[in-house]
């Protein structure tokens, strides 16, 4: 598996039986989000992208809250942003992009992510957990839109992505309010796929759901995250359109037989892992 060439001060990663395991594990510091944070994720993100070993991506954390989200300390000392120029203000944008499309990569990974939520899932966590495609939280979750209660619009994909997940109307008023969203509510409003009481509940369920995922044909998975991707953004007409050229790009007779002829033979399918991806930049 590829992994970043420096250890990781923010994460631990782990593969086991085609399962990416990345844990939040500076807890001292409610796992927030500061420019190591960033650059580590970014760097896990493209080398499981780029490897073939991981079917499924499941993120956890360790101590009281999931992520308390950005690193408020931050934005007055290293990245203080310049708003006293018109360059300055443009220059935002910039940064903006930068730190949105790490989390985009966790949405165009070619493998499915699973985010097992405990405690606090705060501002910027909540831009991290919309991204992926599934969310099981501890009955004392809870999700935030902190940014409002401290003078910002929440700007890495919360208010893109959340409406995707839930009402409307409920998106807007935690957005509006900063309120906090209970765990039992969010499973109401479909932002969440279950509870459990505990943190090994918790981290059990969401491994035997990666262990599910897994045991499928790789190519098969990304091919129906694509699918449910494009849909989600798209037509009914343009995504069955789509869906055609997808099929027919990934199909594979003998994937078919296998997985037809392990289920009547009542044993585990032999897939054919994801190839190693390559930039043209890193070839000759």
């Known amino acids: 598996m590829n992994i970043p060439a420096t250890p990781l001060s923010c994460f631990s990663l782990t593969l086991t039986d085609h399962i990416a395991h990345l844990v939040l594990n500076q807890p001292e510091t409610l796992n927030t989000m500061h420019p190591t944070f960033w650059r580590e994720l970014d760097e896990v993100l493209t080398g499981l992208h780029k490897d073939g070993a991981a079917r499924v991506l499941l993120i956890s954390s360790t101590g009281k809250h999931f992520s308390a989200g950005m690193a408020l300390d931050t934005f007055a000392g290293a990245v203080l942003l310049d708003d006293q120029s018109p360059e300055g203000?443009?220059?935002?944008?910039?940064?903006?992009?930068d730190m949105q499309a790490t989390?985009?990569?966790?949405?165009?990974?070619?493998?499915?992510v699973i985010a097992a939520i405990q405690g606090g899932c705060i501002g910027g966590a909540v831009d991290m957990v919309t991204a992926c495609c599934i969310r099981y939280a501890t009955a004392d979750?809870?999700?935030?839109?902190?940014?409002?209660?401290?003078?910002m619009v929440?700007?890495?994909g919360t208010l893109q992505r959340l409406p995707k997940l839930m009402p409307l109307a409920v998106v807007k008023e935690l957005a509006y309010t900063g309120r906090r969203l209970?765990?039992?509510?969010?499973?109401?409003?479909?932002?969440?796929?279950?509870?459990?009481?505990?943190?090994?509940?918790?981290?059990?369920?969401?491994?035997?759901?990666?262990?599910?995922?897994?045991?499928?044909?790789p190519i098969a998975i990304w091919g129906t995250k694509q699918a449910i991707h494009y849909a989600r953004d798209h037509s009914v007409d343009e995504s069955l359109k789509q869906m055609g050229w997808l099929q027919?790009?990934?199909?594979s007779n003998q994937q078919v037989r296998e997985a037809v002829t392990a289920m009547k033979s009542k044993r585990a399918a032999d897939f054919a892992p994801l190839r190693d991806l390559q930039r043209f930049r890193d070839l000759g």
């Open 141 to 151: 979750a809870f999700f935030c839109i902190q940014e409002i209660n401290i003078g």
């Open 89 to 97: 203000r443009a220059a935002i944008f910039d940064l903006l992009t």
């Open 103 to 112: 989390f985009t990569k966790l949405e165009t990974l070619r493998i499915p």
């Open 248 to 251: 027919g790009a990934i199909w």
């Open 154 to 156: 929440a700007d890495v």
């Open 182 to 217: 209970s765990a039992p509510k969010a499973l109401g409003y479909g932002l969440v796929n279950e509870v459990f009481d505990t943190p090994e509940a918790l981290l059990a369920a969401a491994l035997q759901c990666a262990t599910e995922i897994a045991a499928k044909p």
